[in-house]
Each structure stands twice: as structure tokens, then as C-alpha cells.
């Protein structure tokens, strides 16, 4: 356990915008909450959003006359996540720092390209070391072997930005936001990626996606935010150690992909949303490889925090 605990300041205001995760939706409803992406510009219908199987998601902070920008993660294509910020009018050069959840392709997809056209470099970029690990495969029963395409060493450097190893917790945006660094696997059901596996030295390994983080942020009077990646250690076990390193107890929200698909995603179902029920966050957002399942009990669990997501969404927290 965190004896220490990690002084995250409060933030008045929070956003967190989708930039693109697996699915994009252009009629659903906006409310007090939630913000669509807005559809015609000066009487124009704007050019769609891209979905893909990927993630990137943009956290804005505000405190007084402080205001934070951070994205986390790059899509899963080189197009999709430039497009959409072009669609959404927002302006790379006014986010000040970069988290990767995970050094997983989906994750990464257009990094080079977002950070090589950064302004008044270096930006820091918060990653795991061992996101650069390139011998990432799938191994199936059935013998098949599928590569798992990685995080290129020197990147991050070439595009003229400063890397950050973090396999420990990392303030950024004023002390605002903390990426969580590694995340203990400690319950008895999250137990990670079944087919994952790497190789070292001529010998295969399990892979336990030990890159996996997430940031959190405190919203004041309201609680904690957990934004998870892909949530590889589990969402469960990430929101007990956003609770653990920031001694704060009350979950306000969750959003993310909480890889919830598959025969073993679905399979701990029932026992993530049980668990998530003691915490009783007031808005749930589930992402990219949660799942349809998933996604779908989450909604009917619980009908007032669920938010269906989209590339463009807007949570206002």
C-alpha cells in the first residue's frame, strides 16, 4: 500500500471529449451534461467524424484562472485522430502534456503525427517503459500467432518532445491531473489478457500489460475521475488504486474502454458491475473495447450515470 499519498489538487471544472473511439453516432441527443459534436458550421454540414478501433481522449481542467489541456492516447490510425481534431476545431498546440495508457497499436496510431506538429516543443509525454516492447503477440489455442504492433523506441524524442518514464504515479497539468503509472493486479478476477504474450530472449512470456495506466483527476465537492485506456489491469482494480494513491474515496466518475469483450471479458461481467455498484459513480462513460455486452448492462445497471459514447462526445463534469 501507498503510504504516501500523491496531493492532486481539486479542479473546478472538468471536460473530457472523445476524440475518436470505436464508434461515431451523429444524431444522438446532447443535455446538461453531455455535448454532441455539432453538425453544421455558418449553415455548412461539417465533414463526419471517423470512428476506428482505437481511442484518444481530451481532458480539459479549469480552476480560476487556470486552464489545463491534456490528450490521452492517438487512435488507431494515423488519419483518424488529426481529422477529428480538425473537425472539432481544436488546436493541438494548446494541449500541454500527453499520456499513454498503454504502448498497444490501438493507442498509438498518430502519435508522429500529433506530436511532430506540436508548436513551442518539448510537450512531456507520460509512458510506461515498457510500452516499447516489440514482441507483443496473441497466441491463440489453436496454435495461431498474431503480432501485436508496439510503440517504437525513439519516437517520442525524434518529433522533439520529452519523454517521461513513469512507472510510478505522475502529476501533470499544474498538479491537476495524475497518470497512475503501473497498476497493481490484485483482485481475484481481473486477471488481464488471456492470449497475450511476449517474447525475450528466445522464450515466450505472459504478458501482463504492465504498461497499462490511466489518469485521475479530483473535481471538487464531487469526487474522483478515472479515465482508463484500454483498463488491461482491470477497472476495478484501477479505481481502487486511484483511490489508494490519492487517499480519496468518493468515485465520481469512470470513463474508458474497460475490455469487457471476448470469452473472458465477458466472462467477469456480472462481477465488474457488482463491484462498481460500491462505488456509485454518478456518470459511467464505457468506451472503445469495453464491449456491447458490457456496454449494455452498464446502461441498464445504471440508467441515470450511463452516457453512450461517440467520437466527439463531450462529458462536462
Known amino acids: 500500500m501507498n503510504e504516501q499519498k500523491i496531493k492532486l489538487k481539486k479542479a473546478a471544472n472538468v471536460s473530457v471529449t472523445t476524440i475518436i473511439e470505436n464508434y461515431t453516432q451523429s444524431l ?7 455535448e454532441r459534436a455539432k453538425l453544421v458550421k455558418d449553415g455548412v454540414r461539417k465533414p463526419p467524424l471517423l470512428a476506428e478501433h482505437g481511442l484518444s481522449l481530451l481532458i480539459d481542467v479549469c480552476n480560476d484562472l487556470e486552464q489545463h489541456c491534456v490528450l490521452m492516447d492517438f487512435g488507431g490510425s494515423k488519419v483518424g485522430v488529426p481529422h477529428n481534431l480538425e473537425i472539432l476545431e481544436i488546436d493541438v498546440n494548446a ?12 493507442h498509438i496510431g498518430a502519435i508522429f503525427e500529433i506530436l511532430n506538429s506540436l508548436k513551442n516543443k518539448p510537450r512531456p509525454v507520460v509512458v510506461h517503459p515498457d510500452a516499447f516492447l516489440q514482441t507483443r503477440f496473441h497466441k491463440f489455442p489453436d496454435g495461431r500467432r498474431v503480432p501485436i504492433p508496439g510503440l517504437k523506441e525513439g519516437i517520442i524524442e525524434e518529433t522533439g518532445n520529452q519523454m517521461i518514464l513513469a512507472k510510478s504515479p505522475t502529476l501533470l497539468a499544474g498538479d491537476y491531473a495524475l497518470a497512475t503509472g503501473q497498476i497493481p493486479m490484485i483482485n481475484d478476477f481481473e486477471k488481464g489478457m488471456p ?15 504492465s504498461d ?15 479515465i482508463t485506456g484500454c483498463g488491461h489491469a482491470g477497472v476495478i482494480n484501477t479505481i481502487r488504486y486511484a483511490q489508494e494513491i490519492t487517499g480519496a474515496e468518493k468515485i ?9 469483450i471476448g470469452n473472458r471479458g465477458e466472462a ?13 459513480p454518478e456518470i459511467i462513460v464505457p468506451s472503445h473495447c469495453t464491449g456491447l455486452k458490457a456496454i449494455q448492462k452498464f446502461e441498464k445497471t445504471f440508467p441515470d450515470a450511463f452516457v453512450l459514447n461517440a467520437s466527439g462526445t463531450k462529458v462536462s463534469l
Do not use: C, Q, W
Open 28 to 34: 444522438l441527443p446532447s443535455n446538461e451534461r453531455v
Open 95 to 106: 494541449i500541454e502534456a500527453f499520456v499513454i495508457s498503454h504502448g498497444h497499436h490501438d
Open 212 to 226: 497499462d495506466m490511466a489518469v485521475v483527476l479530483d473535481v471538487k465537492d464531487k469526487g474522483l475521475v478515472v
Open 252 to 260: 465520481y466518475g469512470v470513463i474508458g474502454g474497460f475490455h469487457l
Open 268 to 280: 467477469i461481467i456480472e462481477r465488474t458491475i457488482e463491484e462498481m455498484k460500491k462505488f456509485d
Open 195 to 209: 492470449t497475450a504474450f511476449y517474447e525475450k530472449d528466445g522464450k515466450e512470456y505472459k504478458d501482463h500489460i
